[in-house]
Nanobody, 111 residues
Framework: QVQLVESGGGLVQPGGSLRLSCAAS????????MGWYRQAPGKQRELVAA???????NYADSVKGRFTISRDNAKNTVYLQMNSLKPEDTAVYYC?????WGQGTQVTVSS
């Protein structure tokens, strides 16, 4: 069993920044990536960014150059640094690993 606990969401103005954290506990499968997904109201959940244990990265086109994913393997924690936030980034952000999901953290970008 794996538990994923997200933190760091909130309300931010357009152009601002937030850093999300996801702390994983339990049996982590190093062969699987850890990632961030998001789901906006009325839309499907989509991949934002993912990182493998070896450091390979994958980003959605919509966030390239603005978001950075990183992980601390010793702490079993993955981060998502979000800069230059836009209103269209508003969504619930979920941490994901293998078949496990976190509870989600709300990110709202609004003036």
């Amino acid at each position: 069993q794996v538990q994923l606990v997200e933190s760091g969401g909130g309300l931010v103005q357009p152009g601002g920044s937030l850093r999300l954290s996801c702390a994983a506990s339990g049996r982590i499968f190093s062969i699987y990536a850890m990632g961030w997904y998001r789901q906006a109201p009325g839309k499907q959940r989509e991949l934002v960014a993912a990182i493998t244990s070896g450091g390979n990265l994958n980003y959605a086109d919509s966030v390239k150059g603005r978001f950075t994913i990183s992980r601390d393997n010793a702490k079993n924690t993955v981060y998502l640094q979000m800069n230059s936030l836009k209103p269209e980034d508003t969504a619930v952000y979920y941490c994901h690993h293998y078949v496990y999901w976190g509870q989600g953290t709300q990110v709202t970008v609004s003036s």
